[in-house]
């Protein structure tokens, strides 16, 4: 297949790039790198440059590929001053309103792969389990995670199929939330927030990378997915599976909710609540997670 990624240079979009190439795709790269050439190629990969918040040339190049991979996203983790949300807001909501609308000018059957995430469910700290008949919740991150799909979904009218991929807190070696919790539980300082129980929606990255093959190659899978493992842990649990896994112990007392409130603003309550979400449409279209534990996933990712 050939593949347009935007996000292709981040976290979770460096991995793919390199393991769509190794499973024989091809990939297009949208980078705002002044760097690239309007059509360098790479090591496999051709680079086309541009802002996908902004409607430009770039999105000419959509044209003759096979499936659409949105990834693109501003991080969530920082302050949540007015300009950060709408750094977070427009850089998920016009980039895949960009996309959408160059998606009308190609011809051919395509498949869009848009990137969105549990959050879409809203901070919970009940036990329920969350599917994805799950109603969304009324915060931030649910009321921009139900306007950014409504926009990836416009493209239904123009023929196009899509698959809104809900992301789970993504682990991996090269970054990401692992990376940051690691040093602290390495020098014995590592813990659960606030009360721990908020749930952990994790995933290994490379179930992630899989998660998004096997919906390409069955296109006819569209709607909401659960990117997630099929056993999220609590924020307790977690803490204690990490640290055995590191050869260490949890022996510091959780970090109060007050003082993750005061350092991180708003955004504090995105680590102290959590969701309960399950891949139930995944488990039941046959996908088989490789790291459906984290005792697994932390094994793997830790050698």
């Known amino acids: 297949m050939k593949l347009f990624l935007t996000g292709g240079t981040g976290f979770v979009g460096s991995y793919f790039t390199r393991r769509f190439l190794e499973e024989g795709h091809e990939v297009t790269i949208l980078t705002r790198s002044a760097g690239r050439g309007a059509e360098e ?53 016009l980039t895949t309103r960009n996309l959408v609308d160059a998606l009308e000018k190609t011809s051919g059957p395509v498949t869009l792969l848009s990137g969105s995430a549990v959050g879409y469910y809203g901070g919970r700290l009940d036990d329920a389990v969350i599917t994805e008949n799950t109603p969304p919740g009324d915060d931030f991150l649910a009321r921009l995670g139900v306007k950014w799909e409504q926009e990836a979904l416009r493209a239904e009218t123009r023929g196009v199929t899509v698959a809104i991929c809900r992301l789970g807190i993504v682990l991996g070696r090269d970054g990401g939330a692992l990376s940051k919790m690691i040093p602290p539980f390495k020098r014995y300082m590592g813990s659960h927030l606030g009360s721990g129980k908020q749930w952990f929606p994790w995933i290994h990255m490379e179930d992630l990378f899989r998660i998004f093959l096997f919906l390409l190659e069955k296109p006819e899978l569209k709607g909401p997915f659960n990117c997630t493992a099929p056993n999220p842990l609590t924020n307790k649990e977690f803490a204690r599976v990490l640290a055995k896994a590191l050869g260490t112990s949890v022996l510091m007392p959780g970090l109060p909710a007050v003082m993750i409130r005061m350092a991180l603003g708003d955004f504090g309550e995105v680590v102290l609540k959590g969701q309960r979400a399950v891949p139930h449409r995944l488990l039941e279209e046959g996908f088989v997670f490789r790291f459906s534990r984290a005792e697994e996933a932390l094994a793997d990712l830790l050698k």
Not at 59 to 83: C, M, R, Y
Not at 85 to 92: G, L
């Open 41 to 93: 190629k790479k090591g496999g990969v051709s680079w086309v440059q541009g802002d996908p918040t902004v409607a430009g040339p770039w999105q000419e190049s959509l044209s003759g590929h096979d499936a659409v991979i949105n990834l693109a996203g501003s991080t969530i983790f920082t302050p949540w001053t007015s300009k950060a949300r709408k750094v977070i807001e427009d850089s998920r909501i």
